[in-house]
């Protein structure tokens, strides 16, 4: 069992992909250096600022608080994590899914509570980042996160459903106008994001014909001054932290859960590997950050993080911190020339988003031909929870259960036990054999050790059984159960059992709980 591991431990490529702090650094100094680069940086910054705006004030509509606070949030977030992150070029702000979460405190208890809440949430997000809690993402399935990306894909689309019913009927041929920009102007040139000349086009065309249509400032007042210090006005006793407490954790998970998985995306996409432990913890500090200037904190966003990365070519912080600094100043600045934004531009960037999201190699018909029907199952399952819940935590959770219970179910029944040895000890010659000798073949865990006890003939074995565990490994307490119960089967006839062949680790295992685990049935 130890060279499958020597192997794995060596295709690891965590010593030499990661890069270290300075390279970090180095990298974003040399965006600064590279007008190219930082040209790249700085117009994906706007263009996801402009896309934020709108969210923003939908996710604070969501929480049940005013406007201003989810876009004070998205700035204060995305310039925190810009220094603070482990992964470059992700976009952090306000959130559905956390906005899902706290919700009731703003509606139940009122605004203190409901930023108390905030920062509490970002210091358990610190302390899971200390514990370790980012090495989990390793027992995410690969169709988990297959599920995860197509879901979101879908929650993105049906987020604009509201802006495409019940409005005037210019509003499809601009979305549509705005689709065919971002799908042709790229094939031209590259120059400038799509996305933005979208928005630009589509904003002028509107201005220049008069229409009055649905834009950002219909979604909500915007800010016109800077956030401020906020201390939440809130008793410090154990009566608060049981108010506060489930949804802080709640929102802890559950930002950390969507954040951590958008930084696995984003790893596959730029073809390089973030540190998973230091985002974790600078989510926390982001969302403290957020808490003390009066925000609704949030989580990595996946539809701004592809229009960043995917869309607009961004790959270091810079386009993360200017994405904050231009939400804020567009608000503060041009509020009036971004009130007059039509939604139906940024309706055709999230569209677009939510095209270039979905996996649709996943589902096309030689792919799930090809691939194993619990695999599949997998995959559409954790889609379906987390449409239906609106919750992306849900659906990972389903997912991964689901992996682990279609795992356990596949290899449950690959372990063996054969009859190989049958001696006549004694040489008595009377042909009946004085030790029987088993051969157990095979991983030994709670899925494959539950028959176990069932594969040993008790009444017509001889007075001596050997049980050889040479092909096999014992991993859990489970497999040590089963065999105590074999041979209290065996001695409740006066028969005796030897394990032998055990390796290191299973004996090591064996012998530590043998005995400890209760009566043998």
């Known amino acids: 069992m130890t060279e499958p591991r020597t192997t794995e431990v060596r295709q690891q490529p965590h010593t030499r992909v990661v890069p270290e702090a300075g390279e970090r650094e180095t990298s974003t100094r040399a965006a600064l250096r590279n007008p190219r680069r930082l040209k790249t940086e700085v117009l994906a910054g706007l263009v996801v600022a402009l896309a934020l705006i709108p969210e923003a004030i939908s996710f604070s509509i969501i929480a049940g608080v005013d406007p201003r606070v989810g876009l004070f949030s998205s700035f204060v977030m995305a310039v925190t994590i810009a220094f603070v992150g482990g992964r470059p070029a992700m976009i952090s702000a306000a959130t559905g899914a956390v906005a899902l979460v706290i919700a009731p405190v703003a509606r139940e208890y009122g605004m203190d509570y409901f930023i108390a809440t905030v920062i509490l949430a970002g210091i358990l997000q610190i302390v899971l980042a200390v514990l370790g809690v980012a090495k989990l993402m390793r027992f995410i399935p690969r169709m988990v996160m297959v599920g995860f990306v197509n879901a979101l894909a879908i929650l993105i689309f049906l987020a604009q459903l509201p802006y495409l019913i019940g409005v005037p009927w210019l509003v499809y041929p601009l979305v549509v106008l705005g689709l065919l920009i971002m799908v042709g102007l790229p094939k031209v040139t590259t120059v400038v ?3 933005l000349v979208a928005i630009v086009v589509i904003t002028l065309l509107m201005w220049g014909a008069g229409w009055e249509l649905p834009d950002v400032a219909d979604q909500g007042e915007l800010p016109e001054s800077l956030p401020e210090l906020f201390i939440p006005n809130v008793p410090l006793t ?13 929102m802890a998970l559950v930002g950390l859960l969507e954040s951590l998985m958008t930084a696995k995306l984003v790893d596959g996409i730029t073809d390089t590997h973030s540190d998973k432990t230091r985002e974790s913890w600078g989510q926390g500090v982001a969302n403290v950050a957020s808490g003390l200037f009066g925000g609704m904190g949030g989580c990595a966003m996946i539809g701004q993080t592809m229009i960043n990365v995917k869309v607009s070519g961004a790959r270091t912080r810079i386009s993360t911190f200017l994405a904050g600094v231009f939400l804020l100043a567009l608000v503060l600045g041009a509020g009036p020339l971004v009130g007059m934004i039509p939604m139906a531009a940024l309706v055709a960037v999230m569209v677009m988003v939510s095209v270039a999201t979905f996996d649709w190699h996943s589902i096309h018909p030689a792919t799930l031909r090809r691939m194993p029907h619990s695999e599949n199952v997998v ?8 449409v239906i819940t609106e919750n992306l935590a849900y659906g990972v959770i389903v997912g991964v259960n689901a992996a682990i219970i279609l795992f356990a179910r596949r290899v449950a029944h690959f372990a063996s036990v054969d009859k190989v040895v049958e001696t006549d000890v004694d040489g008595d010659g009377d042909g009946e054999p004085d030790v029987r000798t088993y051969k157990v073949s095979g991983e030994l865990f709670f899925a494959t050790s539950n028959d176990l006890v069932y594969q040993f ?26 065999l105590d119960a074999v041979q209290t089967k065996y001695e409740r006839l006066g028969k005796s059992v030897e394990i032998v062949g055990l390796n290191w680790s299973s004996a090591a295992r064996h012998g530590l709980l043998t005995g400890q685990l209760g009566e043998g049935h």
């Open 193 to 195: 994001p799509a996305p």
């Open 238 to 250: 154990l009566e608060t932290l049981q108010i506060i407490g489930p949804f802080a954790l709640g």
């Open 379 to 386: 995959m559409l399952l954790t889609v379906a929870v987390t």
């Open 457 to 482: 003939d008790y009444s017509g074995d001889p007075d001596r059984v050997v049980i050889d565990l040479s092909d096999s490994h014992i991993w859990d307490a489970s497999t040590v159960a089963a």
